[in-house]
């Protein structure tokens, strides 16, 4: 069964540089989910989108930004990256009403910012 | 506003043994979705199992069922003949009107070991 992919899954850059991370939900997923799990944390909300529009913002960087495309896919763009930006990086999908409510992970991508 | 809390950073558990990780929840929402997520040290985010809050009856997946307690808030997850593999960190989260948009809220992990 098709899964969330996400690209790239490993990162890195230097500070103050820009960076761009890919997911690609479920087929039929409407609903997108942004994580970020420092080392040794629990994953954090960053920030989610359903039906290409912006559903709820947790505790995203003013330097973070997102978006839905048409096709459902998500870019979270990071941009003058700092040290504590190092982490990993999880999208989520599930669909937006019905089910069972259970988010479906990527793999995650990890991003290290020397 | 939801939150998890789980009190055992780490367990140990020896293999073929039955371990029970904690997980209290607080929510004032009456319809909630928990659950429990399987993280290994290569880092994906396996689910586990689900409870609703409404649900009658108390969930299981193969080896892993849900002790749902709903007047106590608790959640725990019960993994019966532990096995190696089973070593990694485990989240418990939490979903307010699961089937909607909502986001997922994590406790801070428990990190199990199993031994032989």
């Known amino acids: 069964a098709a899964g969330v992919i996400q690209s790239p899954r490993h990162l890195i850059k230097e500070k103050r540089e820009t960076a761009t991370l890919k997911c690609y939900p479920i087929?039929?997923?409407?609903?997108v989910y942004w994580y970020q799990q420092g080392p040794g944390q629990d994953p954090q909300f960053l920030i989610s989108f359903y039906e290409k529009m912006q559903s709820d913002k947790g505790s995203i960087p003013d330097r973070f930004s997102a978006q839905q495309f048409s096709d459902y896919h998500s870019e979270l763009n990071m941009s003058s990256l700092e040290l504590g930006d190092s982490a990993l990086y999880f999208c989520a999908s599930s669909t937006g009403t019905g089910g069972a409510g259970e988010l479906f992970f990527g793999e995650g991508s990890r991003l290290t910012v020397l | 506003a939801q939150k998890i809390t789980q009190t055992q950073p780490g367990m140990f558990v020896q293999e073929k043994e039955a371990v029970t990780l904690d997980c209290t929840y607080d929510?004032?929402?009456?319809?909630?979705?928990l659950f429990w997520y399987k993280q290994p040290s290569s880092g994906e985010m396996i689910f586990l199992i689900y409870q609703g809050s409404y649900d009658q009856q108390n969930a299981t997946e193969g080896r892993y069922s849900l002790n749902f307690q709903k007047a106590r808030k608790s959640a725990n997850l019960v993994i019966s003949a532990s096995q190696l593999g089973d070593s990694a960190m485990y989240f418990c989260a939490m979903r307010v009107m699961p089937g909607t948009a909502s986001k997922l809220t994590f406790g801070t992990g428990t990190r199990l070991q199993v031994t032989l």
């Open positions: 929510t004032s929402d009456p319809s909630y979705g």
């Open positions: 087929p039929r997923h409407d609903t």
